[in-house]
């Protein structure tokens, strides 16, 4: 009897174990396979002819016309045409976020287990939250992305609770049907989303809610940017889960940047300053103590 009894735990051991490893294996298997599929929708982005010196039209009609303004139409148009639901393209360069970015506000969460071509998987697309708005664009727009085993998708995140990390890769690139955009990240932080709810702020009723809501961000930051936001700046809120403990939230906050109105030096000549050009030193300070949606 207890030979047969450990036959029959070593077979159900057995069982388990090649269970586990064919779970890993399909994993593994479906998550290159979303990966490849991100690489061919890539493919599909068409590239900004290059700038021109195009010369303005003489008042007589002589020279050339000024080349047509690219857009994201021009850009994502074979996109949009595959799939209604893509609102834009997320990326932040050297780090592997290259991601379409979905929207669907009378589906929520349709795209936390769907791809982009509407088939179920388990690596969803990177998504907006159902409140959030792009065209007007939101306050705050939150966009969930799945937290990786492997680190893609939204999984790599976690490396910007290193200062140094977010110095080498400290702007976000979110382009969407209502334009392009660039974002610059002042804050980084984990928190249980019942602490604080980060994902609902999407439009602040006044100025005093707003600064409460970027406050309240740089509080919990790992490190000081020294990049902060004021009303009337347009943010985003990138939101995985922590693989460190379950309840909890990794985030990244940006702030949309833009150009400082046509200051001019008059040193031998005029020259414009841009808002990138005024940032002030930023100074790291020592950590707070302390998946997606």
């Known amino acids: 009897m207890k030979r047969w009894l450990a036959i029959s735990a070593v077979i159900v051991l057995t069982a388990a174990l090649f269970f586990s490893g064919y779970q890993l294996w399909q994993y593994s298997a479906d998550e290159q396979e979303a990966e490849e599929q991100y690489d061919v929708l890539a493919e599909l982005i068409a590239k900004p002819p290059p700038a021109a010196s195009t010369p303005e039209p003489n008042g007589d009609g002589s020279g050339e016309a000024p080349a047509p303004e690219w857009t994201p139409l021009d850009q994502y148009g074979a996109l949009f045409e595959q799939n209604a639901d893509m609102i834009g393209w997320i990326t932040i360069e050297g780090i592997g976020v290259d991601y379409p970015v979905m929207h669907t506000s009378d589906r929520p969460d349709y795209y936390l287990n769907h791809d982009f071509e509407m088939k179920s998987s388990k ?8 409140h959030c708005s792009i065209d007007p664009h939101s306050d705050n727009v939150t966009i969930y992305g799945h937290h990786m085993k492997s680190g893609k998708m939204f999984g790599v995140l976690a490396n910007y609770s290193d200062d140094d990390y977010w110095r080498e ?6 382009d969407t049907r209502a334009g392009f955009g660039e ?3 002042f804050a980084v932080f984990k928190v249980n989303p019942d602490d604080f709810k980060y994902n609902l702020f999407t439009n602040a009723a006044d100025a ?4 409460e809501y970027v406050r309240r961000c740089k509080a919990l930051s ?4 020294g990049v902060t936001a004021k009303y009337g700046d347009k943010l985003i809120t990138l939101s995985t889960c922590d693989n460190s403990q ?6 990244v906050v940006a ?26 030193m930023r100074m790291p300070m020592s950590p707070l103590p302390l998946v997606w949606k």
């Open 208 to 211: 005093a809610e707003f600064n």
């Open 246 to 251: 379950r309840s909890n939230r990794f985030v």
């Open 183 to 185: 974002y610059e990240i």
């Open 169 to 174: 890769h400290p702007v976000i690139r979110f």
């Open 222 to 225: 790992f490190y000081d940017t």
């Open 255 to 280: 702030r949309k940047e833009g150009v400082v109105p046509s200051l001019s030096i008059k040193l031998s000549y005029s020259l414009p300053i841009t808002l990138r050009a005024l940032r002030p």
């Open 123 to 130: 690596h969803g697309v990177p998504y907006v939250a159902e």
